[in-house]
């Protein structure tokens, strides 16, 4: 159904452990993005990354480290995390040019449980 | 910074009822753009909306996007237990670059 995958679905870490999450996207886009979805909260946008480049960081704690190789695939690289991170990661991916935004595909997402 | 407030946060409809949620912005917008959650699932893209006043339907589901571009409503007719889920929207401002401001979405449950 989605052209947008995420690894892991699932991922139980300690608060000392050092994971990383991957997405990759087969649509050809031109941006991919990070969002944090917390219960009863709205999405919160982390990271934009605009051909290869960061070109958003929302205030992320740096224990949140992004890395986007090529226009198809994007990691978020996790350690030292805090229960409080405890959430819905969601992966997605557009095409977009200045002011301008087209639909955004989101992947079916890591849902990360922090002990 | 803009932002989108979406209202209500949660709606129980009984079957075959009408119902509508409203997304207002902080400041003019570029776009809007909804999306759907069903439970246990991920956002997904149900429609933009550019221009202002512009209005579109997708089968029960009718779209409107304001005079002055700053709020938008989704309308459902005749719910069916199969619109269940979350419906966000999302705003585009003038001067952002691929960036949507998301809404907290409205929460819909269907009595059957």
């Known amino acids: 159904e989605t052209g947008v995958t995420q690894t892991p679905r699932h991922l139980v870490m300690g608060m000392t452990n050092k994971k990383s999450l991957k997405c990759e996207q087969h649509l050809g886009h031109n941006a991919m993005y990070w969002y944090k979805q917390s219960a009863k909260k709205p999405l919160e946008l982390m990271f934009v990354?605009?051909?290869?480049?960061?070109?958003e960081n929302n205030s992320v704690p740096s224990r949140f480290s992004p890395e986007c190789p090529n226009s198809s695939h994007l990691f978020l690289h996790l350690h030292t995390l805090q229960p409080e991170d405890s959430a819905l990661y969601l992966c997605?991916?557009?095409?977009?040019?200045?002011?301008?935004?087209?639909?955004?595909?989101f992947g079916p997402g890591t849902r990360l449980t922090v002990t | 910074g803009q932002q989108v407030m979406q209202i209500p946060q949660y709606q129980h409809v009984q079957e075959g009822e009408d119902f509508t949620t409203y997304c207002n912005s902080s400041t003019t917008l570029s776009n809007i753009q909804w999306y759907k959650q069903r439970p246990g699932g991920h956002p997904v893209f149900l429609i933009q909306?550019?221009?202002?006043?512009e209005v579109k339907k997708q089968k029960r589901l009718t779209f409107q996007f304001g005079e002055a571009k700053k709020n938008s409503s989704l309308h459902i007719t005749a719910t069916q237990t199969t619109d269940v889920g979350t419906y966000f929207c999302a705003g585009l401002g003038t001067d952002s670059w691929g960036k949507l401001q998301f809404g907290a979405g409205t929460q819909v449950v269907v009595t059957p």
């Open positions: 909306l550019v221009k202002s006043g």
């Open positions: 997605a991916s557009s095409q977009v040019r200045l002011a301008a935004s087209y639909e955004q595909y």
């Open positions: 990354y605009s051909l290869e480049e960061r070109v």
